[in-house]
């Protein structure tokens, strides 16, 4: 590999910006490793200066909330956002797909719902229109305007539709707090409500909501103090120390799935995957399989056949349907 010194006025931020390595999943990082990279520009450090801008920052503009906005800035190559995305064709289990570049582990979730949305198709194969199972896509990766969560897909029979809008799923950037579990679980649970409750749910139909995160929460939107409430009025050993409102916040929105007609199942992705988190959460959905959550799987090269697993056993769980 041929690299080249960068000149002494730079960015700041640096190799080891926006929280890279992350210390809380990976507690003992190569600190050799990475200061034999600092000052170089090369294949590992433009890939890791790419994906630190994610599919909406900009690094030509500096980092103000607005900036991830889609019409500020230039969006790296990356980025679906971008004019120079390159695109590629690939086969997956329900078809032939456009994607963006490959970017792990969120390409292999892309064709691992893909994979599990063909299943769901397949079950339903035959039935009248509107009486088979119904799929959403919500995504939950902040809280100010430019990250809230967001219904991707709403809910509809339409499985084909659902497929394509996996293939645009891309992971944000490492700048600011861009993982609001709880808030993307309130939104799934409003979109499963009945329509008089302003949701698009169906009273007879079984509910399920799929949680895929890499199990690391760092933004909650109910107050510290309900928080520490309900868990005055509901204790449990599965919540972290009092102050620790980010995790215990969503693990409030689990317990109170297990005492309605939704189920959620909590699935970790990435080799950073907190699994102590995500069994916990887990356990207080009551979704939990001898105490613990789905494993998936720290190599890259097992990442999507792990999670087409996981996803079919939940699909094929006689429980129920996969999802009003």
Known sequence: MDEVFTPQDYDGDNFWGYNNPNTFTFPNPDWTDMGNSMDKIGYRTYTQFLLDFGNERSPDVQHWEGNARPEIGTKTQLSTRSPYCAYHSEVTAGGTFNFPPREQPMHACRRALISALNVVRDRNSGLASGTGDRVAIVTFDGLDAEHQPAIVQ??????????????RLQAVSD???????EAGLLLAKSHLKLPAEGGQGRSYAKKVVILLTDGVPNAWQTPNADIESFIGQNPSSEYYASGYYWLNSALMQATKFESTNVALYSVGIGLGTDYNFMDRMARMAGTAKSGQSPRGSGNPAEYEQRLTDIFLEIVKNPGGKLVE
């Open 154 to 167: 709403s809910l509809t029979g339409d499985y084909s539709t659902a497929m394509q809008a996996c293939t």
């Open 175 to 181: 700048i600011g707090a861009t993982t609001a579990i």
